[in-house]
């Protein structure tokens, strides 16, 4: 079945790394994305990762896959207090004809000054 | 730069009422998506169109929930009549094909709906 679970909250001070985890069920997963979403607004596409790829890197983004543990994980470098927000994370698959995304509940990244 | 826009941002209405939300979406782009988002969890899809055709529609309540999109362009999702349990947000996204390797959906501000 389709399942995506992540944890709850994240703190961290600013300046630090953050690392945002993501476990999915779906074996046939295609594609992996990260979501920002900023209070009362709608969501953000951060980053996504195809799933013949181990690693993808953009600026202050690191996406790591881990296709055997179906883990996926999101590291910020330098962490802002901009960063925060809630971020989701979300498949979807080739079994799927329509693009469906399938959601976490997402992680809600607190930034300390 | 193009946004996704909804309206309204805010409604209360009270249980067994009839409410009713407007999306449209970023131009020229085909394939637009309603989902709930219930306070803590993530989105999830009600219905998806291509163009003015549903091409997803599994997860919505049939029996209470509608959804149009007659010229292919804006949307509107009704809940006629609207439950204590369908109070969450009401998000519209758009994206420009229905399958892309990068099938960016865009996200609009979303409707906070509040059932009393």
Known sequence: ?113 | EAEVAQSPRYKITEKSQAVAFWCDPISGHATLYWYRQILGQGPELLVQFQDESVVDDSQLPKDRFSAERLKGVDSTLKIQPAELGDSAMYLCASSLVLLAADNEQFFGPGTRLTVL
Request: proline content about 2%; charged content about 20%; hydrophobic content about 30%.
């Open chain 1, 1 to 113: 079945g389709e399942d995506v679970e992540q944890s709850l909250f994240l703190s961290v001070r600013e300046g630090d790394s953050s690392v945002i985890n993501c476990t999915y069920t779906d074996s046939s997963s295609t594609y992996l994305y990260w979501y920002k979403q900023e209070p009362g607004a709608g969501l953000q596409l951060l980053t996504y990762i195809f799933s013949n790829m181990d690693m993808k890197q953009d600026q202050r983004l690191t996406v790591l896959l881990n296709k055997k543990d179906k883990h996926l994980s999101l590291r910020i470098a330098d962490t802002q207090t901009g960063d925060s927000a809630i971020y989701f994370c979300a498949e979807t698959h080739s079994s799927s004809n329509t693009g469906k995304l399938i959601f976490g509940q997402g992680t809600t990244l607190q930034v300390k000054p």
